[in-house]
């Protein structure tokens, strides 16, 4: 492989990618599990809602502060790395990436310091409320990168300015089915991730016997949102196969890794992909499976590899192995989730170790998906940056040095590595830690006035002090 400045700037944008895609695939569903959390402890007064309330939230804000300085910096990549992409496309995804600011992060970080710092100076029903949009925030912000990455894999509703690429039709662009497909998508292994690792948070303090109801409700809860979710995610994973096929037939045959076309077709569980002589080694496949797979049809004709141009053709192992993987995973969280559901109606208290074990190890299996999930989307449609339009050869800076690359790539591995490794390295003091004891009752506490009344509450005044003296305002 040629080290060229094409290559190294697609490695750089792959690694700053991938570490900031697991960071929002984390606050995503952190926020939605936090907003619940608040509003169990609401509508039921338990005290182990707010205690992991209390406790989740220093981990949410630790992965949301990560996640959004990974996310700025990849925004500088397409001027430094991609212009002519910048240029190029620019009328579309410069709008896009804008309505994500304004709608989502505004959204984010307004509320977020509500959420932080506000719990006794807002009524219950306005902090709640907070948390609420801090979780609708994360999901526009994924919403609108979904639009903007789903509109580069199938370009709809664009046409042709002075040799840029325009909106034409701004509702096909933000409204047809491929896009809801990979939204939808994106949006459930961002739950599931979540899930997972707040059921394994659970399953390591049960194996340590340290907290106890506060492990099991993680456990219930992680692994009950995962027994639900799983099948429908299979379900979404089948309908992203539906458009890829129809829209994107090389990287379809590359995940297949079916060279021949064939009637009815094998599918193909696991093989060594040879490129050069275009071929299986070490194949195991099943057939007519993967007629039925494709088109519900056990005779179906599906078509192979040799029917793209080799210069149109993806890299076959990435998106062959990668697209494995994540279904393995799926079927893994599946069993897990599934046989949690028993042993919670046990109430955890004859779980076998082997089954806390695995569901701790499970902790990296979310984003181990996304990520996998990931590379079989991006992997899977070179050589074009926007499919069918233009190459990721054709769209890297023109004046853009070897040396430069290398340099900004190294420059970039080095402060992400040092970043952060201190962020994850916090995020697991604060999981080995754990929650902190249930907080007393806070009946009869009112709600401060912020900042100018930032002293204690009227409650916790002395009986003896003079009225004035007791900050006279209350919000309930």
Request: proline fraction near 6%.
């Amino acid at each position: 492989m040629e080290l060229d400045p094409v290559t190294l700037s697609r490695i750089q944008f792959a690694f700053t990618i991938s570490f900031h895609i697991i960071f929002p695939a984390f606050t995503i569903g952190l926020a939605a599990w936090l907003a619940t959390l608040e509003g169990l402890s609401l509508a039921t007064g338990r005290a182990v809602y707010r205690q992991l309330f209390n406790f989740w939230l220093k981990v949410f804000a630790v992965a949301f502060g990560m996640g959004v300085v990974s996310g700025v910096v990849m925004a500088f990549q397409f001027g430094t790395n991609w212009s002519v992409l910048a240029d190029r496309t620019g009328p579309i995804q410069g709008p896009l990436l804008g309505y994500e600011t304004y709608t989502a992060f505004l959204l984010e970080a307004s509320f977020l310091g509500v959420v932080l710092f506000g719990r006794e100076r807002v009524p219950a029903w306005a902090y709640f409320t907070s948390c609420c949009l801090v979780a609708v925030g994360t999901t526009f912000s994924a919403f609108w990168i979904m639009t903007n990455n789903t509109w580069m894999q199938v370009p709809l509703g664009y046409e042709m300015e002075n040799g840029r690429y325009a909106a034409a039709d701004w509702w096909t662009i933000t409204t047809n089915s491929v896009l809801w497909v990979r939204f939808l998508h994106m949006l459930l292994g961002a739950y599931l991730t979540t899930a997972f690792c707040i059921a394994a948070t659970g399953a390591w303090y049960r194996l340590r016997a340290i907290h106890g109801d506060a492990a099991k409700t993680m456990l219930t809860m992680g692994l009950g949102l995962a027994a639900v979710l799983v099948p429908v995610q299979m379900a979404f994973g089948h309908l992203n196969g539906d458009y890829t096929a129809k829209y994107q037939p090389s990287k379809f045959t590359a995940i297949e890794a079916r060279w021949q076309t064939e009637q009815p077709a094998r599918l193909i569980l696991f093989a060594w992909p040879d490129p050069e002589n275009e071929r299986n080694l070490y194949e195991i496949s099943v057939p007519w499976l993967g007629s039925f797979v494709d088109t519900g049809s056990f005779t179906s004709e599906e078509p192979g590899i040799v029917t793209i141009p080799r210069d149109l053709r993806p890299p076959i192992a990435i998106p062959f192995f990668a697209f494995r993987i994540m279904v393995g995973l799926g079927l893994l969280m599946l069993g897990l989730a599934w046989m949690g559901m028993i042993f919670a109606r046990q109430r955890w208290e004859s779980t076998p170790s082997w089954f806390l074990w695995t569901t701790f190890l499970s902790f990296p299996s979310g984003f181990i998906a996304v990520l996998t999930g990931w590379f079989t989307a991006e992997v899977g449609r070179q050589p074009w940056v926007v499919f069918g339009l233009l190459k990721t050869a054709d769209a890297v800076t023109p004046s853009l040095g070897t040396s430069e690359a290398w340099i900004s790539l190294i420059a970039f591995v080095s402060v992400y590595g040092l970043i952060f490794s201190a962020g994850t390295f916090y995020i697991y003091r604060l999981l080995r830690e754990g929650p902190e004891s249930p907080p007393a009752p806070t009946k009869g506490v009112t709600a401060l006035r912020p900042m100018a009344a930032s002293g204690p509450s009227p409650a916790a005044m002395p009986a003896h002090a003079p009225s004035g003296q007791a900050g006279g305002h209350h919000d309930d």
